[in-house]
């Protein structure tokens, strides 16, 4: 399953106009602590506060007129409902019913009741949710907008990559949070067209290593049945569709703790005064990760999305400033 470069560049000129053309910033901090130069890609920046918005944009955009009459479903940990819901409201009337699990973090479900949407919280975990929304699709004959196992969806999050290198194209490392997949199979599909050279590393909870798991064993596990973590966004199953467009060329694949991740949530408030959700500041964990070697490479890493729940950051920074005493 080949994603072709014209196809994603049409794309990004599709939904230019719904989204921000986010920041590529520096970080000296990672960059003296690391030994690489590292630079930040702030999707926390996009209008619904997350990169969603390209996948749910370029799917939502190609659908046919009877398609937007049957209306659409989606289901979510958070950041791709507001991404549905962003799209539905930029491109037009298109009825929109979305599932979340009960456990979504407050702000993004606060965030999407102020959307035209009929929301439902439906169940423990984005599994449940997915499972409502497939018998809402098997009902009503509404289209199912996959938050990552669909190719136009995966199409949408190459776009990220087409910006990154259209700044920097001399960049050697891309660092990717990773859930379902849709963002590090656009990533991987776009860089190793345009820049065969560069690294793509995903970054998973230990939590949840579903992609990990799933090119060690050359087949998508989905759903996968995750341990808790705090990267509610990333936990699940890794998708079919991603898995066979990253199998030929496969990024790496690391694994960050819980412990890791919530440094990284502390080190880009204090730091940079970033306020970025666990899903999205996993991506900094390997470079405050001795064990891996990005020495005199040129990093940039995606920080996906910034919908941090306010009682998880007060417990973060608590913790920060006592381990810092």
């Known amino acids: 399953m080949k994603i072709e470069l014209s196809t994603v560049l049409q794309t990004h000129e599709m939904i230019r106009p719904f989204i921000t053309h986010t920041p590529l910033i520096p970080s000296p901090f990672l960059s003296e602590v690391s030994g690489a130069n590292v630079w930040l890609k702030l999707e926390n920046q996009q209008p619904t506060g ?8 370029s799917k939502i955009g190609r659908l046919s007129g009877e398609q937007k009459q049957k209306g659409i479903v989606a289901a979510s940990a958070g950041n791709h409902a507001l991404g549905v ?10 009825p929109a019913t979305i599932f979340v699990p009960t456990t979504a973090p407050a702000a993004k479900v606060d965030k999407l009741r102020r959307y035209p949407v009929t929301l439902h919280l439906t169940g423990a975990t984005y599994d449940d949710a997915h499972q409502a929304a497939d018998a809402f699709h ?9 938050a990552y196992d669909d190719l136009d ?19 050697d490392v891309i660092v990717v949070p990773v859930g379902g997949g849709g963002l ?10 345009l820049h065969p050279h560069c690294r793509v590393i995903g970054v998973q909870p230990t939590a949840s290593p579903a992609a990990l798991l799933s090119l060690q064993q050359n087949r998508a596990i989905d759903p996968y049945n995750h ?29 960050a703790s819980e412990a890791e991740i919530r440094t990284a949530v502390y080190t880009l408030i204090n730091q940079h005064q970033l306020i970025i959700e666990p899903s999205g500041a996993i991506a900094i964990a390997p470079l405050l990760n001795p064990s ?34």
Do not use: Y
């Open 50 to 57: 997350s990169f969603k918005v390209r996948g749910a944009l």
């Open 85 to 94: 819901a962003h799209a539905v409201q930029s491109l037009g009337d298109v």
């Open 138 to 146: 098997a009902e009503t004959g509404a289209t199912e907008v996959s």
């Open 153 to 171: 969806v995966i199409v949408g999050q190459g776009t990220v990559a087409l910006e990154i290198f259209s700044e920097l194209p001399n960049t």
């Open 184 to 193: 590090v199979s656009g990533i991987t599909a776009v860089s190793h067209t």
């Open 227 to 255: 341990e808790p973590t705090i990267a509610d966004g990333l936990a699940g199953g890794f998708g079919a569709v991603p898995f066979t467009v990253i199998k030929a060329f496969p990024p790496d694949m690391l694994l």
């Open 292 to 325: 891996i070697d990005l020495r005199r490479k040129t990093v940039v890493c995606i920080l996906t999305g910034g919908n941090l729940d306010t009682r998880l950051m007060r417990q973060i920074l608590q913790e920060g400033l006592v381990d810092t005493d």
